[in-house]
């Protein structure tokens, strides 16, 4: 299977085909069978593809973003940067990966793209971080190893956030 080089908005009009896509967790298989479309419709969020280009294009990588805010606490020794008691924030809501695919990077890829994406709205709207909450504690390492930092008193769930004042570094250039 080739990958079409870029990553695309989830368009579910160029009928690309996800009934194969296994990332290995059924929440985020059915998320983009069943709700995906439906969510982004209402605008609930927005996701972002990376797609194969042969045999036939079918969805190979999936991220979804989306508003949110979180308390300030979360964020420790931050906080004091935040003046107001919740943090305007950028939700990573959903990242998936189809196994012949894994391992190759495309996780990585996707979340320097929302990184990207993240950084571009927040030269327009008021963002202080990116936040992901993982699903189990290997993809927590892997959002610490792309330098995200884990909250406090997380009440056992794997939250971490990602500064945009640190994309900035990312991103010199970016428009």
Do not use: H
């Amino acid at each position: 299977m080739k990958l079409k080089k870029g990553v695309f908005p989830f368009a579910p009009e160029q009928g690309w085909k996800t009934a194969a896509f296994d990332c290995g967790c059924q929440a985020l298989n059915d998320f983009l069978r069943q709700r995906l479309a439906r969510q982004q419709q209402r605008n609930v969020l927005r996701a972002w593809t990376v797609i194969t280009s042969e045999p036939e294009p079918s969805v190979a990588g999936y991220y979804t973003l989306s508003g949110a805010s979180f308390e300030k606490a979360l964020f420790g020794d931050r906080k004091r940067q935040i003046p107001y008691a919740s943090a305007p924030c950028i939700l990573l809501g959903r990242l998936a990966v189809d196994k012949p695919f894994a391992g190759r990077g495309i996780g990585s890829m996707l979340v320097a793209d929302a990184a990207r994406r993240v950084y571009q709205v927040a030269r327009t709207v008021g963002v202080y971080a990116m936040f992901v909450e993982a699903k189990d504690e290997r993809a927590a390492q892997f959002y610490q190893r792309l330098g995200f930092l884990p909250v406090e008193g997380a009440d056992g769930r794997q939250r971490l956030f990602f500064p945009v004042n640190a994309l900035a570094a990312l991103f010199p250039t970016a428009e």
